[in-house]
């Protein structure tokens, strides 16, 4: 098992060595995390691992793939969607232009989600949506909007919940065990590489969405990442958050009004 004081020296590694920066997240996730990959890959001594870590590049991938949460699905939450569906996206109607951030997109089943919200609402036309994670591993298989077809059973029911009204089926095509998403979808998206612990604002967004993401951060990153989405947002623009997550207790919450009992807040000053 990995000791507190060795979580501490891969950390250091990883911001001296590679630029990530893993200071402020939870600990004792990362802790888990950090043991799994140990144990996982076999390695004899805690020294060799982190041989391994600071003279292999090709290994860092891995590492930074195992320390960032990449459990997502489709229409994830249905009835967070449906809120989405009928309070949210009609209101982004009139704009003449719409961009959205899905930021922590992890392999980007929930981007794929909103462009269809987008595509039935008649808006994908004139939509951007801008999708990051820190891992460009996981950015790579978002990009191709290929999923496995065992799980389209499940998005389909999640997708119906959700109050979609057509046949999910249309959206992809089916072949050789994997569902590829129609490139209609995908020519809407910019993918890129952002790090919420130390990179900037890059745009005013009408909606940002980061769903389960600062459940991971201590109190103090937290804060940083959600003025960061605050610089972000436009007046009544609106912020997506997961289940577990709020903005109770942070300091931009005086400017923001929750819309229902899902993690929704419109940005009202």
């Known amino acids: 098992m990995i000791e507190d004081t060795e979580v501490d020296l891969v950390l250091n590694d990883l911001f001296e060595l590679y630029g990530y920066d893993f200071t402020n997240y939870a600990k004792a996730s990362l802790k888990r995390r950090i043991s799994r990959l140990f144990i996982l890959d076999k390695f004899p001594s805690f020294a060799e691992f982190r041989y391994r870590l600071k003279s292999d590049a090709n290994y860092i991938k891995r590492v930074i793939e195992g320390l960032t949460v990449t459990v997502t699905e489709m229409y994830r939450d249905p009835q967070f969607y449906k809120a989405l569906r009928t309070e949210v996206i009609p209101t982004l109607s009139a704009k003449p232009f719409i961009r959205i951030w899905h930021a922590g997109c992890s392999t980007g089943e929930e981007v794929f989600s909103m462009a269809i919200l987008l595509k039935e609402a008649g808006l994908l036309h004139k939509s951007l949506l801008y999708a990051t994670d820190l891992n460009p591993e996981v950015l790579e298989k978002a990009r191709k909007g290929i999923f496995p077809l065992l799980q389209m059973k499940q998005y389909s029911e999640n997708y119906i919940e959700s109050g979609g009204k057509n046949d999910f089926s249309a959206y992809y095509t089916a ?15 910019i993918f890129s590489t952002h790090n919420l612990v130390s990179d900037r604002s890059f745009n005013e967004f009408d909606l940002i969405l980061c769903r389960n993401v600062l459940i991971y951060f201590d109190k103090y990153l937290q804060e940083r990442v959600l003025n960061l989405f605050d ?5 009544l623009g609106y912020l997506a958050l997961g289940s577990k997550e709020t903005l109770n207790f942070s300091s931009i919450k ?15 000053s």
Not at 231 to 235: D, M, N, R, V
Request: overall charge positive; aromatic content about 12%.
């Open 175 to 189: 072949q050789y065990g994997q569902a590829k998403f129609e490139e209609l979808l995908a020519e809407r998206m």
């Open 231 to 235: 610089e972000s947002i436009g007046t």
């Open 254 to 268: 005086p400017g923001y009004k929750q819309l229902n009992k899902e993690k929704i807040w419109r940005k009202i």
